[in-house]
Structures are given as C-alpha cells and as structure tokens.
C-alpha cells in the first residue's frame, strides 16, 4: 500500500526516557512534517523537512529532534521526556512542484503517553 | 500570526440535512487550504484541496469554498449521513520561515449526524 506509515502505534513510557518514533513515507515525497494533536486535539506543526534542510517551529523545545536518514523516512527522537510531551504525534509527507503546493498526506498517528 | 478558527466547535443535525462548516484565517498570504476528517482516535483524512488561486472545489457531496480576500473557507455536506459524523478540521499551508511551508490547523467542528 502507499501511504505514510508510522510506528509504533502506542508509546507508553516512564518521564525521562528517550524514545523514537519512526515515519516513512512511499510516495516519493520530496518534503515530510511533523506534527503534534494535544489533549484538547488541537493540531501543532512541529518540524518542516525538505532535501535536508529542517524547519523548526520555535516553540517546539530542543529536546525533540527529526532525523532523516534517507528520503523517505523522517523519525522523531526525543530525550528526557517530560509529562508534558503525553499528546499524539502525526507525521506527514507532500510533493513539492515548483510553485505549487500539493497536499499533505498524514500518518496514522503516533499516541506517546508520559507517565 | 496566522490564526485558524471553526465555527462552529460542535454540531448535531439529524440525517439528511444540508449542512455547512466554517473556516477563517487571519492572513490570506496562504498557498492552498485543505479540509481534512479525522474520526475518533484515528489520523486525518484529506477530503479537498483548494488552490489559493481557486475558488472551489467539489468531490461527491462534499464542496469546499474559498474567499482569500475575506479569509473564508466553507465545506457544504450534502444529504448527510451518520458515516458523515467525526471532526472536520480546516488547515491553511503557509510559509513557517526559511524557504518551508506548513499547515496552521483550526481546533475542528465535531459533527454528529443523527440517524
């Protein structure tokens, strides 16, 4: 199936661990995002990734960190986690045609819970 | 700052109904708008796409507007139906600095289609 696939599912995890989630999309997209949904499911872009160069939204702290290690795939690393970061987290992915924005297609979604 | 509201937050309309969404945007500096469904505890679905050069577009009942100059979007849901219900959200792409793009979400309208 193509599609942007995201894992794993659930997270469930102790405040002060480091934890990944992997993203990978087979579209063939060139740009790949992610966001976060919080409790009130109020949906937040976290990072913006196109041809190596990373977006951050400044208000997201230095303790998450997007990693690539191809063009597919975009995993979210974070350290020290903290009660806070409890929300579910969405990656996407979108072509990019010279001067045209195509749309964004997301993940299933990842529900990290910080206990 | 961008800022994307939905009116209204929740909705409840019995089956059949003719119904319409709300979405507004602060900055119509926007590249497209895109109407999304995401259904309990699952990840978003794009349902249409509008250009920020189109005016509207249309996929089997749904029907998606645009005004840029008055920064107003509406998604119409003809003859609904229970499947219809789940939380339409609303989201503006836009440049996030840098050369990068990202969608600024609005918090959603929860739709409940009675049977």
């Known amino acids: 199936d193509t599609a942007v696939s995201q894992t794993p599912k659930y997270l469930v995890t102790q405040m002060g661990n480091d934890k990944s989630i992997k993203c990978e999309q087979n579209l063939g997209h060139d740009t790949m995002y992610w966001y976060k949904q919080d409790s009130k499911k109020f949906l937040k872009i976290m990072f913006s990734y196109n041809n190596k160069e990373l977006i951050i939204n400044e208000t997201v702290p230095n303790r998450f960190s997007p990693k690539s290690p191809d063009k597919a795939h975009l995993n979210l690393h974070i350290n020290s986690l903290e009660l806070g970061d409890s929300a579910v987290y969405f990656c996407a992915s979108s072509p990019r045609t010279s001067g045209f924005y195509n749309e964004q297609f997301f993940g299933p979604g990842t529900r990290l819970t910080v206990l | 700052k961008q800022e994307v509201t939905q009116i209204p937050a929740a909705l409840s309309v019995p089956e059949g109904e003719n119904l319409v969404l709300n979405c507004s945007f602060t900055?119509?500096?926007?590249?497209?708008l895109q109407w999304f469904r995401q259904d309990p505890g699952k990840g978003l679905t794009s349902l249409l796409l509008?250009?920020?050069?189109?005016r509207e577009q249309t996929s089997g009942r749904l029907n998606a507007s645009l005004d840029k100059s008055s920064g107003r979007s509406t998604l119409y849901i003809a003859a609904s139906q229970p499947g219809d219900s789940a939380t339409y959200l609303c989201?503006?792409?836009?440049?996030?600095?840098?050369?990068?793009?990202?969608?600024?979400f609005g918090k959603g309208t929860h739709l409940i289609i009675q049977p």
């Open positions: 989201a503006a792409r836009e440049p996030v600095g840098g050369g990068a793009d990202g969608l600024t």
């Open positions: 900055d119509s500096a926007i590249y497209n």
């Open positions: 509008i250009q920020s050069s189109q």
